[in-house]
T-cell receptor, first 111, second 113 residues
Framework: DAGITQSPRYKITETGRQVTLMCHQT?????MFWYRQDLGHGLRLIYY???????DKGEVPDGYVVSRSKTENFPLTLESATRSQTSVYFC??????????FGNGTRLTVT | GENVEQHPSTLSVQEGDSAVIKCTYS??????FPWYKQELGKRPQLIID?????GEKKDQRIAVTLNKTAKHFSLHITETQPEDSAVYFC????????????FGTGTSLTVIP
């Protein structure tokens, strides 16, 4: 469904470059999340946000920066990409007691 | 924070047999336990969930059980079909504080025709 969209779907970047992954949701969900998915580790929480201008660290926040100036957008920035950040990144959202809904993911390769 | 463990990491069953995936959690304050199915190259999608005030929930061939005392919950798939082949993730969350979801490491289920 188109309620939560991520861009780009695929990204290749070089070590040391800054890269931003975009996430946009049309449901007005208050909570938004960024997860990374790696084989053997499942889905690990990077950052989350309970509302606009409120963000907090998850399990693996080092090397990442987020912002949430508007409820519908939650971009994730890798300030200086490293090979260990090669992963599939999922944005997700929910509100109140609703289930967590995921975007289609961004496959990031750092060379 | 919460720690969710999931077993087994891989599971193969014959078509028509049942499959069981088990998860344990560490934080007794967790009160919501969803299960997600992820097909290759796709996003995780919710298949069933259970809240801490319920011991069992069923939806057609899928059921989830929760034992709060032992802090474990399980996914049961009966009459498995080849289209059930996917990676399944369990998760735990405290819906009253923070809404953070913590996931298990996943189970790759293969249903052999």
């Amino acid at each position: 469904d188109a309620g939560i969209t991520q861009s780009p779907r695929y990204k290749i970047t070089e070590t040391g470059r800054q890269v931003t992954l975009m996430c946009h949701q049309t449901w007005s969900h208050s909570y938004m999340f960024w997860y990374r998915q790696d084989l053997g580790h499942g889905l690990r929480l990077i950052y989350y946000s309970a509302a606009a201008d409120i963000t907090d660290k998850g399990e693996v926040p080092d090397g990442y920066v987020v912002s949430r100036s508007k409820t519908e957008n939650f971009p994730l920035t890798l300030e200086s990409a490293t090979r260990s950040q090669t992963s599939v990144y999922f944005c997700a959202s929910c509100v109140g007691d609703s289930p967590l809904h995921f975007g289609n993911g961004t496959r990031l390769t750092v060379t | 924070g919460e720690n969710v463990e999931q077993h087994p990491s891989t599971l193969s069953v014959q078509e028509g047999d049942s499959a069981v995936i088990k998860c344990t959690y560490s934080d007794s304050a967790s009160n919501y336990f969803p299960w997600y199915k992820q097909e290759l190259g796709k996003r995780p999608q919710l298949i069933i969930d259970i809240r801490s005030n319920v011991g069992e929930k069923k939806d057609q061939r899928i059921a989830v059980t929760l034992n709060k005392t032992a802090k474990h919950f399980s996914l049961h798939i009966t009459e498995t079909q080849p289209e059930d082949s996917a990676v399944y993730f369990c998760a735990a969350s405290n819906r009253r504080t923070g809404n953070q979801f913590y996931f298990g490491t996943g189970t790759s289920l293969t249903v052999i025709p």
